[in-house]
Structure formats: C-alpha cells, structure tokens
C-alpha cells in the first residue's frame, strides 16, 4: 500500500545531513509498525516522508499505486487530508476552540458538509470516551485528554493509515496505557499504524519493528 | 492535479478529492479565530481603531470648525459694499442726494450715506495749543455713512440729519484721540483750524471701515467745507446679508445711470467663495492628517498580524497536515485581516463621532460629519487590513507542513 524505493532525506543545512539513506520499505494494510531509534537518527524524517508532509530528495514513493514526490502539492495534500491521519507529541490543539471544533477541523479540507463533520466527529470523541468532554477547551483538558481528542482529530475522516510521532511523548504511565490502548483498537478494526517512539513498551505494540541507525532503516 | 483522482489500498480504490475552497467554511474559521482570541485581535486592530477615530474626528472636526468660520465671515464682511469714482471723474453728481435715494431705494441696500476721508489735521484742546496739537485722519460721514461704520459709542451718541442738513461744527473722536486730548466726556469743544468743534460722543470700536479706529469723524456736510484737495469721496453702503455682490453689481447704475462705468463699487469677496477658500484649506490639512493617521493604522496593523501569524504556525501546520492547501491558509489569513480592519474602521469610526460631537457640544458648536468620511474610514480600514495581511499570509502559506508542526 505505501511503497518507498531508493528514497532518501538530505538536509542542506551548510554540511548536508542525510537523515534517511537508500531506503526500500513497504507497508500493508493493517500493519502496525513502529519505529525506534536514537535522538537524531531520522525516525520523525522517515516518518514525515512517509505521512507525505516531507518530500524526499531522491527515489520512488507510492501511496496505493500513486507516485507521490511527482504529484504536486494538490495530491500530497489530498492524500494527507482523506488517507492519512497525524497524531503529535505535542497534540497541536487549537485553544480558543471546543475539543468538537477541534475534532472538526480535521475533518474541515475533506469532502464532507458542515453537518456531516459534526457527525463524524462527535462520534470520534465518543469513541476515545470523551463524550461529555466536547465542549472543553483544550486549555482545560488533561494531557491524556488532550492526545485522545487529537486522536480522535486523525480518526475522524477514517483515514486508512495513522501516522503518530512520539504520541505519549508527553503522558505519564496511566495515560500511556490508555492511548496504546486505543491504538491497539485502532488497528485491530483495519487501520494501518506508523509509530514512532522511543518507549520499549510503546515499540513491543507493534507487529512490525523498525529501527534507524544514521539514517538507515533496520528490520528488527 | 485533476478534479479528482483514486488510489488503490489493499481494501480497495479510495476515490480522492482535490480540498475544494468553500467560502462558508473559510468565513467562519476567520470570525472563530478573531472573536475566540479578542486579546489577540484587540492588539491587531488597536492602531486601526485609533486610525480610523482620528481620520472621523479631524475631518468631523474641520468642517464643523469649519462652518464656525464661514459663518462669522459671512455675518460681518459680507454686508458691506463701497463705491469710488474712477480715476479722473470729476462729476459729483454721484454724490447727490437724489442718487443717493435711488440707491437706497434698491432691494438690499440698509444704509448708504457719502463719507470723505481727509488727510491727518491738528486737533487742539485750546486755541492756542494748536502749533503742538496731534493730528488725526478726519473723516466726513452723513449719519447713514455713521450707521454703516457702525461705531460703539461709549460716551454721548452720533449727530443726526439736522445737524447734518446745517452743518453744525460737532465731531465724534475715537478713543485713542479722546485720549490724546484728555477727553472724557461730550459737550466739550476742541479745535481743528481755529474753529471750534463740539465733542458729542467717543467711540470705541467700529464694525466696518476700520480706518476710522483711530481718526476723528464729523458731519459730511461740515468735512467737504474744509476744502482739502486730498478729500476722496465714497459711497458706504450695509445691505442685507447675502446682497453685498447683486449690490456692488447694481450700486453704479442707481448712482450715475448716465455713465455707471465711472463708479467702481467694491465688495467683499462672495462669502461662497470665501467659504470654498476655507474649506479647501482646511480640508487639504485635515485630510492630510487623516491620511497620516490611516497610514499608521495600516502598518501597525500589517506589523500586528505578522506577530499574530508568526505565533501560529503550529496550527498552520496542522491545517497543511489535515489536508488545508496553500491557498487556504492565505484567504483565511486575509479574512481574518480583513475582518480585524473592518472591525477596527468600525469602532474607530465610533470613537472618532463620539469624540467630534464631545468637543463640538462643549464648544457650543453644532457638530458636522460626512456619512462619506465615515464610510470611507470602514472601507479604507478594510482594504487596510487585508493589505496589511497580505505579506505575513503569503509567508504563513509557504511554511513547510514539517517545519511548522516541529515544536
Ligand atoms: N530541517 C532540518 N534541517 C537540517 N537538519 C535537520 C532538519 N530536521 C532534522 N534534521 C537533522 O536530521 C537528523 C534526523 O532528525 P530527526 O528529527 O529525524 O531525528 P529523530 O530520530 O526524530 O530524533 P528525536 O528522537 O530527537 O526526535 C538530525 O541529525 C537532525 O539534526
Ligand atoms: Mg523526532
């Protein structure tokens, strides 16, 4: 389903830095693949790339048979917006807004009316047990809360596969639980998870294990 | 990319739609962002507020200031009208009575009356002071010459038509001479050639001629039989307010119908005019100010919401990353500028009102403002502000996803 071959990510920052080297990779439907590595050694490069919100620097990228560095802007943006979904480390919440306007806003550049996306998204939050948090400002929420409404953010549009970056970077042990919970939930319905983390228990999750070393991606 | 496009997951084609721009939708995330976040929205628009007040209040105040001016021109000045023989007419029939009743029988005219203007004689206390008595101008005026200079008596009152008709040796002196003389009171005499005058009143101001501010005045009749080569007659005329040019038009005709053109008749300039002249003048400042004023407005603004952007490229990152194209986040981004301008022009132009009617009505003043100015001050600010958005969201629309969303 996604398919890299020969792709790599170099930064031009004076000296060149190549964060992601020569790389095959594939992933099916319903993988759940979660990377580890050190700090610096290209996890979140790889997996921008992968979540199409990085453009690599060389090789072949496709999403379901679409090749993707040549496609444009429109088509990665199409792509991120009803295929894939993001959860942060650092949730990325908009205050000011009510956890449902929150929840909509994922929904907000997709096909859907207005009223379609409440629905959507209030069924979102129900599903992440926040049901009678809808009217929250963000500002108000746990952490733990806080990342279940930005789950629910990405799963609203039900994308078919979820990127997370270090999604209990920021959560104590009891939220943690909560969160791998739902993501174990997640992929057991269908949807394809690509995890970043450097939390062995978060890593152990995953049916497949990715590490980086230096920019090179290691099957584990 | 085309209008749509499918890609194939193991589960099947996915049918893909470019984001579509929907106007109602991007309306609405602008108003949320502005009225969810007013502190950050006051800090954008305060300059635009301010702004837009001061460009309401000077143009408010100008023309309101300036209808003060135009008035108190027009009560005064434009009411008198002054008729002189061309150069070289030696006829005074002019000067006669009938003329003059002719004239005065025009629509218009309140007062007219001959007036002789002499050069500066000796004026003594006593006969014999007067190898070393000052000298003032002396001015003949029949008492409907007096009525149109209008002098403020503070002492006695002005000779009248039977004095006038004989001639009687009276004079009115102005303050300064009363007090050069050391005068206080009327029915004393003074002397000019030896001949005896009697005071009969001392005035202070005059509302018209002011060359009579600091000179003697007597009866007409008693100034040309002081046979002086330098005397130049005139007609003095008052008419009604408003009348002063269709008199200056008519005046040499009732006065000479044989020959009008050797009368040359002097108004003030037409108060419209005059009133165009001021309000021009005070215009062109006021607008510069305002303009000055906006112009602020404008750039802080434009510096308020780069501020206001730059703090939130995390959430333009999420946006890019939901799906949001380029295009999307510049138009929101506008709106929001544009709706802050809008907003501002609009309290400003509410400021600005207030503060006009506040200073009008404490000055005694009757406010005046344009409905133009004050929507022009809206629209202005809405343009301004969308302007002032235009470079922060260009730049806000061209942050990499990624980059935005490191924390
Ligand atoms: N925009 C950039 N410009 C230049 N170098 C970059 C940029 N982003 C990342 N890098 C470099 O690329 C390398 C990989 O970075 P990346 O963020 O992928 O690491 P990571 O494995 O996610 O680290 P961490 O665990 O700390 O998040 C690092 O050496 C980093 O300094
Ligand atoms: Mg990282």
């Not at chain 2, 000298?135 to 008596?153: C, Q, T, Y």
């Amino acid at each position: 389903m996604l398919r890299m071959r020969g792709v790599s990510r170099t930064y031009q920052d004076g000296e060149p830095v190549y964060a992601l080297r020569d790389t095959d990779l594939d992933v099916a439907a319903g993988d759940y693949v979660t990377i580890t590595g050190r700090s610096g050694s290209g996890k979140s490069t790889l997996l921008n790339v992968f979540g199409l919100l990085d453009v690599p620097s060389t090789g072949s990228y496709t999403v379901g048979g679409v090749e993707t560095a040549t496609g444009g802007q429109a088509l990665r943006g199409a792509i991120r917006g009803q295929v894939f979904g993001f959860v942060f480390q650092a949730f990325h919440l908009l205050p000011g807004r009510t956890a449902l306007e929150n929840v909509e806003i994922g929904l907000l550049y997709g096909p859907h009316g207005r009223r379609r996306r409440r629905q959507l998204a209030t069924e979102a939050l129900d599903r992440m047990g926040l049901s009678h948090r809808m009217a929250a400002d963000p500002r108000r929420l746990s952490g733990g809360e806080r990342q279940r409404v930005a789950i629910a953010r990405a799963v609203a549009g039900e994308p078919r596969v979820l990127f997370c970056d270090e999604p209990t970077g920021n959560l104590d042990s009891d939220n943690t639980d909560t969160v791998l919970a739902l993501l174990r939930k997640l992929n057991t319905s269908g949807l394809t998870l690509v995890v970043v983390t450097h939390d062995e228990a978060v890593a152990s999750e995953g049916g497949r294990r990715l590490q980086v070393h230096d920019g090179v991606v290691i099957e584990r | 990319m085309r209008r749509t496009r499918h890609v194939d997951l193991d589960q099947g084609r996915i049918r893909l739609r470019i984001p579509r721009l929907r106007w109602a939708d991007l309306f609405v995330e602008a108003s949320l962002s502005v009225l969810r976040h007013p502190g950050r929205s006051l800090a954008t628009v305060i300059g635009t507020i301010l702004g837009a007040a001061a460009f309401v209040a000077s143009l408010g105040l100008g023309t309101t200031l300036n209808q003060q001016v135009s008035s108190a021109f027009d009560s005064r000045r434009a009411t008198e009208v002054m008729v002189q023989p061309e150069t070289g007419v030696t006829s005074a029939s002019w000067l006669e009575e009938t003329a003059l009743s002719r004239l005065r029988r025009l629509n218009g005219v309140v007062h007219a009356g001959r007036r002789t203007v002499l050069s500066d004689r000796p004026i003594a206390r006593t006969v014999d002071q007067a190898a070393t008595a000052p000298s003032f101008p002396v001015i003949g005026a029949d008492p409907a010459a007096v009525r149109v200079m209008a002098p403020e008596l503070t002492v006695g009152r002005v000779y009248d038509d039977f004095q006038e008709r004989h001639a009687t040796p009276v004079v009115l002196l102005s303050e300064p001479a009363a007090r050069r003389l050391s005068i206080t009171r009327a029915g004393v005499a003074v002397f000019l050639d030896d001949r005896a005058y009697t005071v009969m009143g001392i005035y202070r101001d005059v509302a018209r001629r002011p060359e009579a501010m600091a000179a003697v005045i007597m009866p007409y009749a008693v100034a040309t039989a002081l046979s002086d080569s330098t005397a130049a007659p005139d007609v003095l005329i008052e008419t009604a307010p408003g009348a002063a040019q269709l008199i200056s038009r008519q005046a040499p005709l009732a006065l000479r119908p044989e020959a009008p053109a050797d009368l040359r008749a002097t108004a003030p300039p037409d108060p419209r005019t005059l009133r165009d002249d001021v309000e021009s003048s005070v215009t062109e400042s006021t607008v510069m100010i305002s303009a000055a004023a906006l112009l602020i407005g404008t750039v802080s603004i434009g510096n308020a919401a780069t501020a206001g952007i730059a703090a939130r490229t995390g959430e333009i990152g999420l946006r890019r990353a939901v799906g949001g194209r380029r295009r999307h986040i510049f138009l929101q981004l506008i709106l929001e500028t544009g709706a802050l301008g809008a907003l501002g022009g609009t309290i400003g132009v509410f400021l600005g009102v207030l503060a006009t009617c506040v200073v009008s009505l404490a000055n005694g003043w009757t406010p005046v403002i344009g409905i133009s100015s004050a929507l022009a001050a809206c629209a202005v600010s809405t343009v301004a502000g969308m302007l002032a958005g235009l470079i922060p969201a260009t730049r806000a629309a061209r942050i990499p996803p990624v980059q935005a969303l490191q924390r």
